[in-house]
């Protein structure tokens, strides 16, 4: 009723009606393509090809399987959960790509997470499991997302690097198509809009693949062949049908003469229409005017041609073909008007609605998130475009007759996603609320700040997030820190320390480096501390740290910090203990002293090993674990002390700094109380294994007398052996507690150089220890030289506790002191026994 005015189609009375394309705008056109084309309008131009890719391109739609593939995808088909098991290489490909193109286009990094995205999800698509269908649906959203990215960023970045200056070029022209170039030229909005618009049409394509292809019942060249044949036999026949049909086969016919066409048609009308605006849906209008064509209704076809701007190239340069439609204003008023109309098709609506802005009968065949927000944004796109060739003076008398409310939008991005929210459709308001939506929402909104707010409250909700999107928030925000552009740093800290807690989780050790290190220096070296905490394995603990290094991490600080986070956990409080026995060692003990060897891989970390080596040592002193204490002492290499005094003498001309000096001192006091209780041990085990004399047989025979003789001479000889034996072990005991009691310098656990930094903890441990060990040691020493029956000895130990030069009574609590003169008393009795005075000299008579 209303194509006949447009131009598209003429009818021709004939004894067989005849349909066909009336070319009313010169010889056909085919307009440059980027980006599949703006959306509905020829607004390409040159500068574009540099700037915009299509979110496709370099895509092969007909298949990703290679052998390979096909093999891993059989296999995944046998695993429990075969979606995490195929996606999990994703993690290290990502970050592959990540140190890949570090210092490339950061867009190739993009394309190159598009196309890992891709080719998993092609790898899931063959599985079962509702795990796997889970991840492969996740995927295809992070394929999706990122393309969104790729496309918008592309656009803004550009428009950045422009600063502006096409702003304001504004050429007056007579041409629609060169004012709506112009509009897209200068207007950010628009053009992004239509990127949106492209995208999504991407996606839709996507999932359509090649159907057009394959419907086989559209393949004839004759409209409506069974309505036709029915006329051709009332014809012939002369009768007429009990069911009325159109006599007549124009397009308008059912329209204009109420009466149907014959069921199969009218069946094969439907299903073309549905799969027209599939096509148009994925921006396929070509492809669709191909179908039409293919099933007689070039006029159909025709119909899809008229939103093409007019422009006459003859005004300024020689002869060319005109292209667009001249008639666009009345083809677009009656495009609105069979939208309205509802005795036609709801599909058939709905594509004549995408041609020509009108929302509502388009949004009724809507059935997804992205279809709502591809209609908007296509109506949003076309008012721009229409509005911006009214106020150039170019717009159609017929524009008139559309809607004031049409005419009068204004369409804004955040405007589209509000309408969103007001749809009644239940499915698209809980697509609204999946996690990539969101975020796909607000990349087109340019809103980082919404965004981050979004992760934010992900990240603090009870249910954990999926890993692949966990995977993608981290990625992202690279992405965006990579441009310049304003965060919110602590969302940031947040997002990557989860997913380093999630790599962790998952054992993924060869990762965590990385991305640790994008973390600000003080978090970083927490995290990664934390994480060491984590490898047990000894072999690959180096690894780990190498990765670090190259990482660019504070390898120094951050071992350093794993030593005192574990030596310093389950604290042990220097006090005096009523066990007598040394304790065993635990298995928290066990992670002390493994712990150390995070600072003996690199010798420019050796006077930090000695320092922490001495804390941890300081601690199993203290409740005399001493077999714990020789473990960590054990560990320290021996040249540290001479890799200590190198690496300073390398560059340094004045003495080592305090610190250092110090630390080994107080090494060189614990070895001494080592050796000296090692000593003692030696002592304890020898006395306690003196031989036993044996028993004489009562009455012996010859035989056994000169048995028991021999025995006796074997006695006599080990007791000699063991006496001797004994006096070594003794002078050795003696001499090394007195290496301890008497240490040089000072004292034991006395710092020389008194210029270090401030420790208040370290100098409370060490005279809790003098106080704790000293009287130990000297106790020990009193017991080996009564117990030798040196007591004359043990009487000189007196001198030396209450020596003003040594004050080692200072270390003595009174009850010790009591004691201590208690045994004194012992000795000085027993001397007495013996015949001499209470300090072991003869009497004098």
Excluded at 290 to 301: E, I, V
């Amino acid at each position: 009723f209303t194509l006949q005015k447009a131009g598209l189609w003429v009818k021709k009375k004939t004894s067989v009606p005849e349909i066909w394309i009336l070319n009313t705008c010169g010889p056909p056109c085919f307009l440059l393509q980027t980006c599949r084309g703006l959306g509905s309008y020829d607004t390409h131009y040159d500068w574009t090809n540099s700037m915009y890719i299509s979110p496709v391109s370099g895509m092969d739609n007909s298949s990703f399987f290679s052998d390979d593939t096909a093999n891993l995808s059989s296999a995944l088909l046998k695993e429990d959960d075969p979606g995490e098991a195929a996606a999990a290489s994703l993690f290290p490909e990502f970050l592959a790509s990540l140190v890949k193109h570090s210092s490339s286009a950061v867009f190739e990094l993009l394309d190159e997470y598009q196309t890992l995205c891709q080719e998993k999800s092609v790898v899931l698509r063959a599985g079962q499991n509702s795990k796997t269908a889970g991840v492969h649906w996740l995927l295809q959203q992070e394929n999706c997302t990122w393309r969104l990215i790729t496309s918008l960023y592309r656009d803004r970045v550009q428009l950045a690097l422009e600063d502006d200056i096409m702003t304001d070029m504004v050429v007056p022209s007579e041409s629609e198509k060169v004012v709506v170039e112009q509009l897209f030229q200068r207007d950010a909005v628009i053009r992004q809009s239509q990127l949106v618009v492209d995208w999504l049409e991407s996606i839709a394509k996507d999932k359509i693949g090649d159907f057009s292809d394959n419907i086989e019942y559209y393949a004839k060249n004759v409209c409506w062949e069974n309505t036709l044949h029915s006329l051709k036999l009332r014809r012939k026949s002369g009768t007429a049908f009990t069911v009325p049909l159109v006599t007549e086969l124009d397009p308008d016919a059912p329209f204009r003469q109420q009466r149907p066409l014959a069921d199969l048609d009218r069946e094969d009308d439907a299903r073309l229409l549905k799969n027209l605006f599939s096509l148009i849906r994925a921006g396929m209008t070509e492809e669709a005017q191909r179908l039409c064509k293919r099933c007689g209704q070039a006029w159909r076809a025709a119909t899809l041609e008229g939103w093409k701007l007019y422009h006459d190239p003859n005004r300024t340069s020689e002869l060319q073909p005109i292209e667009g439609n001249p008639q666009r204003g009345i083809w677009k008023a009656c495009c609105w008007r069979m939208a309205e109309e509802e005795q036609l098709n709801r599909y058939e609506r709905a594509i004549y609605s995408s041609l020509s802005g009108n929302l509502k009968p388009l949004l009724a065949v809507c059935e997804s998130w992205e279809d709502c927000v591809w209609a908007h944004f296509k109506v949003m796109v076309d008012s721009l475009v229409e509005k911006e060739l009214m106020s150039s003076g170019m717009a159609h008398q017929e524009m008139d007759t559309l809607p004031r409310e049409y005419l009068e939008a204004n369409w804004t991005m955040e405007k589209v996603f509000e309408e969103l929210q007001a749809l009644e459709l239940k499915r698209v308001l809980e697509e609204t609320k999946e996690h990539h939506h969101i975020i796909q929402k607000f990349v087109i909104l340019g809103d980082l700040d919404g965004l981050f707010e979004e992760f934010s409250d992900w990240l603090t909700t009870s249910k954990p997030l999926p890993s692949h999107l966990l995977r993608f928030m981290t990625h992202l925000l690279l992405f965006f820190r990579s441009l310049g552009l304003a965060l919110k740093e602590e969302v940031c800290v947040d997002v990557l320390k989860a997913y380093v807690s999630l790599l962790v989780r998952d054992q993924q050790t060869d990762l965590v480096a990385r991305y640790v290190s994008q973390l600000p220096p003080e978090v970083a070296t927490v995290e990664y501390a934390a994480f060491l905490e984590t490898v047990n394995q000894p072999e690959i603990r180096p690894r780990c740290l190498q990765l670090a290094t190259d990482a660019g991490l504070d390898v120094a600080a951050i071992t350093k910090l794993v030593v005192e986070t574990v030596r310093e956990r389950d604290e042990t409080e220097f006090t005096h203990h009523s066990q007598t026995l040394e304790m065993g060692t635990t298995k928290e003990d066990l992670r002390k002293i493994d712990v150390i060897d995070w600072l003996l891989f690199d010798p420019a970390h050796r006077a930090e090993s000695l320092k922490q080596s001495n804390a941890i040592m300081r601690k199993f002193l203290a409740v005399q674990k001493h077999d714990a204490a020789k473990a960590v002492f054990s560990k320290v290499p021996e040249d540290s002390m001479r890799e200590i005094y190198c690496q300073w003498s390398g560059g340094q001309t004045t003495s080592l700094p305090a610190e250092d000096e110090n630390a080994i001192r107080e090494h060189l006091c614990i070895r001494a109380y080592l050796e000296a209780h090692e000593a003692f041990t030696d002592w304890f085990n020898h006395s306690s294994s003196a031989p036993q004399k044996p028993a004489p047989a009562p009455e012996a025979k010859f035989t056994e007398r000169v048995a028991n003789e021999m025995r006796e001479k074997e006695y006599q000889a080990s007791l000699s052996a063991w006496s001797c034996r004994l006096d070594v072990l003794t002078e050795d005991v003696k001499e090394r507690i007195y290496n301890v009691l008497l240490f040089v310098d000072g004292g034991w656990m006395i710092d020389n150089r008194q210029d270090s930094e401030p420790d208040s903890e370290r100098r409370h441990q060490m005279a809790a220890l003098r106080s704790l060990c000293l009287p130990r040691l000297t106790f020990l020493l009193l017991s080996v030289l009564q117990n030798s029956s040196r007591h004359q000895e043990a009487l000189r130990l007196a001198d030396i506790i209450s020596s003003d030069q040594h004050r080692l009574y200072q270390v003595f609590s009174k009850e010790e002191l009591r004691r201590f003169l208690l045994k004194l008393r012992e000795s000085s009795l027993a001397l007495l026994d013996r015949g001499l005075d209470p300090l072991g000299y003869e009497l004098q008579t």
